[in-house]
């Protein structure tokens, strides 16, 4: 099945504990994302990969790290985590950016003390 | 800033009748339109995609593009208590900016 795999679904944690959110998928896609979720502020992109090796910031990057050294995988790094970091996260990828839409994962709930 | 509009809802309608979703952008290079339908807590799901101006039928969705005006819209025919859920709206070429989305309750 094609898919976008996140993990973990849920994940508490205090302040300044370094933190990874994994994503996977297995469609072959160049184009990675992730995305943060509030009430009231929608889907903001954090970070984003057109390819291996290759990853820019998005519109809120600050406090987050990415890295995409094989094509499948884009995983989340959050080095020291603040309250304010305590959202809903989703990673998504497309075939190419722009092209046919992105599948999304199912989505990390993160709630940091 | 490039920006997506979408009034928040909720839009109620009863059960049977079409919802009307709209949705204005600020980016007049956009090329890619979309519209995802979300249900509380979970994650979004690709609905429709559109790329040129007119009208694009997929079942009892319809989406409509008129470049010119900045405005996509989506047309749920027959709406279903299972359609009540979140829309958003999607727009953009390289990167994708969504609206914040417009809730749709639909009442049987």
């Known amino acids: 099945e094609a898919q976008v795999t996140q993990n973990p679904r849920y994940l508490i944690t205090v302040t300044g504990k370094k933190l990874t959110v994994t994503c996977s998928q297995n469609?072959?896609?160049?184009?990675m994302s992730w995305y943060r979720q509030d009430p009231g502020l929608g889907l903001r992109q954090i970070y984003y990969?057109?390819?291996?090796?290759?990853?820019d910031k998005g519109d809120v990057p600050e406090g987050y790290k990415v890295s995409r050294k094989e094509k499948r995988n884009f995983p989340l790094i959050l080095e020291s985590p603040s309250p304010n970091q305590t959202s809903l996260y989703f990673c998504?990828?497309?075939?190419?950016?722009?092209?046919?839409?992105?599948?999304f994962g199912s989505g990390t709930r993160l709630t940091v003390v | 800033q490039k920006e997506v509009e979408q009034n928040s809802g909720p839009l109620s309608v009863p059960e049977g009748a079409i919802a009307s979703l709209n949705c204005t952008y600020s980016?007049?290079?956009?090329?890619?339109f979309f519209w995802y339908r979300q249900y509380s807590g979970k994650s979004p799901e690709l609905i429709m995609s559109?790329?040129?101006?007119g009208d694009k039928e997929d079942g009892r969705f319809t989406a409509q593009l008129n470049k010119a005006s900045q405005y996509v819209s989506l047309l749920i025919r027959d709406s279903q208590p299972s359609d009540s859920a979140t829309y958003l709206c999607?727009?953009?070429?390289?990167?994708?900016?969504f609206g914040t989305g417009t809730r749709l309750l639909v009442s049987p």
């Open positions: 990969s057109m390819n291996v090796e290759v990853t």
């Open positions: 998504a990828s497309s075939r190419s950016s722009g092209i046919g839409g992105y599948t």
């Open positions: 980016d007049r290079g956009s090329q890619s």
């Open positions: 999607a727009v953009g070429f390289q990167k994708l900016v």
């Open positions: 559109i790329y040129s101006n």
């Open positions: 469609m072959n896609h160049e184009y």
